[in-house]
């Protein structure tokens, strides 16, 4: 992993007016290019933790050290120039054109117009909205899922090197949200920003976090790991029950198929068109026509049965839960997954599931090729 | 570089048709009200030529003292709106930072108290005290308006979503940017709206201002009253009228033009 960029060191807010802390020495280091999901009930201090790292909330006590500077005192208006800022809606001015939206920080910046416009249709394509088509149209006139990318496009305009996004996908229905949360972490992939992401959705929180912080009263900081870790191994009970019952099973979506899992069952090859169950060898048997593995012959004392097979891809996108899906899809003890040529590289036995998950709570985190690539990003700046 | 076009196949839940916006029709915004105005004022005046008028009449009804009332009106009018918008505005302005949000009711009871005193008794009190003219009355006149100024700028500026205002300062706007850039175009209507119960006051307030010796259609009212003329009274009234209606037509016009667009 990367070098420590935000450092949070045990920062406390108190309200005026209050007793109990709502945010109480707290600790957090977010690396340079990951992204760290804030995750807790509603009322857990996320939110107020978040804003304290652009200050605007300001800490009673403790220091935000961002990229090795001290930025406590730092002034906070040009802090949050260098810092993008989602929040839900985008958080749009509803009487400023898109392009005003997007251009805002640039003119606070005191950019050329020439330059700002440039940039703002640079940052429209960037987030998939046709500059021709929405640079003069005005929040109004934009759905959930538009404005939102917009608020998106204003955050990244004047390329900070942290984004500080707060439920931004909250207010667009599931569908767009999903969308919008793929685009997000392919946009991401490019840009590498740090970021620090308050959800109270968990789902999302391990759909797009490197790493995630369960979050519980007074911010205090229940559980900070790989979704993949938090998954297969919760720190306590608290943890548990936020995750609910069969928080194992996410995991599967989450850990990827690993050669290492793999193991070599029985094949027979036979002709196109002709499958005879009867020359199946063991209690499982991959049938391969045209050197291309197309089912099993699985095998009964009494009856030896064909069953046609989609095989999985071995690859960065396929997951336990994946090969899990087509045991039970099919009723085999076991997936097959093929190369991208579709030749036959082994079978995921259902026993090495769980040996899976244990191995991954344990160890490594095989999350998924983000973080490793980001590492290769920075080292290749560096 | 995010290759799914914006909101595509699966995007029935999401309409991007263009919406347009809600505008009301020019031709009728700019010129019902003045149409009518003309048309009652067309009427008026035929309605005076059918009548006998006697010499105190005439010596009052004719362009030139009636023209001379109407500016008159027109200064007292003007003069007291123009100082209300530069004192309610800046100190509704200052009434709604955080900073300060404590004494904005000692202010705002101040204003309030201001304003119940009858306006009547408010001329008459500065024309007997300060003097007579037109300056005393329009005093009385900027103190009986600077409610709707001030607690329409108060409440436009402070019924600007939070969030938003949030938003503009998390994106690296000072104080003052975050005021002249979101909050003010935010409030420019509802300040306007205040603007415009102003001045419709005002109009009818200044007819009193003759009685401290400031002139306007008040007098053509009082001498009609006084001298027992109802002709000359109906003139006076209707004329005030007219111009309340005017004004306030004009207000409504600078409000829509003011309005920020995309609202």
């Given at each position: 992993?990367?070098?420590?960029?935000?450092?949070?060191?045990?920062l406390?807010?108190t309200?005026?007016?209050?007793?109990?802390?709502?945010?109480?020495?707290l600790?957090?280091?977010?690396?340079?290019?990951?992204?760290?999901?804030?995750?807790?009930?509603?009322?857990?201090?996320?939110?107020?933790?978040?804003?304290?790292?652009?200050?605007?909330?300001?800490?009673?006590s403790?220091?935000?050290?961002?990229?090795?500077?001290?930025v406590?005192?730092?002034?906070?208006?040009?802090?949050?120039?260098?810092?993008?800022?989602?929040?839900?809606?985008?958080?749009?001015?509803?009487?400023?054109?898109?392009?005003?939206?997007?251009?805002?920080?640039?003119?606070?910046?005191?950019?050329?117009?020439?330059?700002?416009?440039?940039?703002?249709?640079?940052?429209?394509d960037?987030v998939?909205?046709?500059?021709?088509?929405?640079?003069?149209?005005?929040?109004?006139?934009?759905?959930?899922?538009?404005?939102?990318?917009?608020g998106?496009?204003?955050?990244?305009?004047?390329?900070?090197?942290?984004?500080?996004?707060?439920?931004?996908?909250g207010?667009v229905?599931?569908?767009?949200?999903?969308?919008?949360?793929?685009?997000?972490?392919?946009?991401?992939?490019?840009?590498?920003?740090?970021?620090?992401?308050?959800?109270?959705?968990?789902?999302?929180?391990?759909?797009?976090?490197?790493?995630?912080?369960?979050?519980?009263?007074?911010?205090?900081?229940?559980?900070?790991?790989?979704?993949?870790?938090?998954?297969?191994?919760?720190?306590?009970?608290?943890?548990?029950?936020?995750?609910?019952?069969?928080?194992?099973?996410?995991?599967?979506?989450?850990?990827?198929?690993?050669?290492?899992?793999?193991?070599?069952?029985?094949?027979?090859?036979?002709?196109?068109?002709?499958?005879?169950?009867?020359?199946?060898?063991?209690?499982?048997?991959?049938?391969?026509?045209?050197?291309?593995?197309?089912?099993?012959?699985?095998?009964?004392?009494?009856?030896r049965?064909?069953?046609?097979?989609?095989?999985?891809?071995?690859g960065?996108?396929?997951?336990?839960?994946?090969?899990?899906?087509?045991?039970?899809?099919?009723?085999?003890p076991?997936?097959?997954?093929?190369?991208?040529?579709?030749?036959?590289?082994g079978?995921?036995?259902?026993?090495?599931?769980?040996?899976?998950?244990?191995?991954?709570?344990?160890?490594?985190?095989?999350?998924?090729?983000?973080?490793?690539?980001?590492?290769?990003?920075?080292?290749?700046?560096? | 570089?995010?290759?799914?076009?914006?909101?595509a196949?699966?995007?029935?839940?999401?309409?991007?048709?263009?919406?347009?916006?809600p505008?009301?029709?020019?031709?009728?915004?700019?010129?019902t009200?003045?149409?009518?105005?003309?048309?009652?004022?067309?009427?008026?005046?035929?309605?005076?030529?059918?009548?006998?008028?006697?010499?105190?009449?005439?010596?009052?009804?004719?362009?030139?003292?009636?023209?001379?009332?109407?500016?008159?009106?027109?200064?007292?009018?003007?003069?007291?709106?123009?100082?209300?918008?530069?004192?309610?505005?800046?100190?509704?302005?200052?009434?709604?930072?955080?900073?300060?949000?404590?004494?904005?009711?000692?202010?705002?009871?101040?204003?309030?108290?201001?304003?119940?005193?009858?306006?009547?008794?408010?001329?008459?009190?500065?024309?007997?005290t300060?003097?007579?003219?037109?300056?005393?009355?329009?005093?009385?006149?900027?103190?009986?308006?600077?409610?709707?100024?001030?607690?329409?700028?108060?409440?436009?500026?402070?019924?600007?979503?939070?969030?938003?205002?949030?938003?503009?300062?998390?994106?690296?706007?000072?104080?003052?940017?975050?005021?002249?850039?979101?909050?003010?175009?935010?409030?420019?209507?509802?300040?306007?709206?205040?603007?415009?119960?102003?001045?419709?006051?005002?109009?009818?307030?200044?007819?009193?201002?003759?009685?401290?010796?400031?002139?306007?259609?008040?007098?053509?009212?009082?001498?009609?009253?006084i001298?027992?003329?109802?002709?000359v009274?109906?003139?006076?009234?209707?004329l005030?009228?007219?111009?309340?209606?005017?004004?306030?037509h004009?207000?409504?016009?600078?409000?829509?033009?003011?309005?920020?667009?995309?609202?």
């Open positions: 992993m990367t070098d420590t960029f935000i450092q949070l060191d045990n406390t807010k309200f005026p007016g209050t007793t109990e802390p709502a945010v109480d020495e600790s957090l280091d977010v690396c340079e290019g990951e992204i760290v999901m804030l995750v807790g009930p509603s009322g857990c201090g996320k939110t107020t933790t978040m804003k304290m790292i652009n200050r605007l909330v300001e800490p009673t403790g220091r935000i050290i961002i990229g090795g500077q001290d406590t005192d730092a002034n906070p208006d040009e802090l949050r120039r260098s810092i993008g800022y989602v929040i839900q809606q985008g958080g749009l001015f509803p009487h400023m054109r898109v392009r005003d939206n997007v251009a805002a920080v640039l003119q606070l910046l005191k950019w050329s117009s020439t330059k700002i416009s440039q940039r703002v249709d640079e940052m429209l960037l998939g909205l046709d500059p021709a088509v929405y640079r003069d149209r005005y929040p109004k006139q934009l759905s959930g899922g538009e404005r939102q990318r917009v998106v496009a204003r955050a990244l305009a004047a390329d900070p090197p942290i984004m500080l996004l707060d439920e931004p996908f207010a229905d599931p569908i767009v949200r999903e969308r919008l949360q793929d685009e997000f972490l392919r946009l991401q992939r490019e840009i590498c920003k740090t970021i620090v992401f308050v959800t109270h959705d968990l789902t999302e929180a391990i759909k797009m976090g490197d790493r995630i912080a369960i979050v519980r009263d007074h911010s205090a900081v229940a559980q900070f790991d790989t979704p993949a870790r938090i998954l297969a191994k919760p720190a306590n009970e608290f943890v548990r029950d936020f995750l609910g019952e069969n928080a194992e099973l996410r995991a599967l979506s989450l850990l990827e198929v690993t050669s290492d899992m793999l193991s070599t069952l029985p094949s027979i090859s036979v002709e196109p068109g002709e499958v005879d169950p009867a020359r199946a060898q063991g209690p499982a048997t991959v049938v391969i026509q045209d050197g291309r593995p197309v089912g099993w012959v699985t095998a009964d004392a009494s009856d049965t064909f069953l046609p097979v989609e095989p999985l891809v071995l960065p996108r396929t997951h336990l839960a994946d090969a899990v899906g087509q045991m039970v899809r099919v009723g085999a076991a997936a097959i997954l093929v190369d991208e040529a579709g030749q036959l590289v079978c995921l036995e259902f026993s090495a599931v769980p040996r899976a998950v244990v191995h991954a709570a344990a160890g490594s985190a095989p999350k998924s090729d983000r973080v490793d690539k980001k590492v290769a990003d920075a080292d290749h700046r560096a | 570089m995010l290759t799914t076009a914006p909101d196949p699966l995007a029935s839940s999401e309409s991007s048709q263009i919406r347009r916006l505008r009301e029709g020019t031709f009728r915004l700019l010129f009200t003045p149409i009518v105005l003309l048309a009652g004022a067309v009427a008026l005046y035929l309605w005076v030529q059918t009548r006998e008028l006697d010499s105190v009449e005439q010596r009052i009804l004719n362009s030139t003292q009636l023209g001379l009332a109407l500016r008159q009106h027109l200064v007292l009018v003007g003069a007291s709106t123009a100082v209300v918008l530069l004192i309610a505005v800046p100190l509704g302005i200052v009434l709604s930072r955080p900073s300060v949000r404590r004494i904005a009711p000692i202010v705002n009871a101040l204003v309030v108290g201001a304003q119940s005193i009858p306006s009547f008794g408010l001329i008459v009190l500065f024309a007997l300060l003097g007579f003219g037109a300056q005393y009355a329009i005093y009385a006149l900027i103190i009986s308006a600077l409610l709707p100024v001030l607690s329409n700028t108060v409440a436009g500026l402070e019924e600007i979503d939070l969030e938003l205002k949030e938003a503009a300062s998390g994106i690296g706007m000072t104080r003052g940017q975050v005021l002249r850039r979101v909050e003010l175009p935010l409030a420019v209507p509802v300040v306007l709206a205040g603007l415009r119960t102003a001045i419709v006051w005002n109009v009818g307030t200044a007819t009193v201002a003759a009685f401290a010796g400031a002139g306007g259609l008040g007098t053509v009212i009082t001498v009609g009253l001298q027992n003329r109802d002709v009274t109906v003139v006076g009234g209707m005030t009228a007219f111009l309340a209606i005017l004004l306030d004009f207000a409504r016009v600078a409000q829509e033009l003011l309005k920020p667009k995309g609202l």
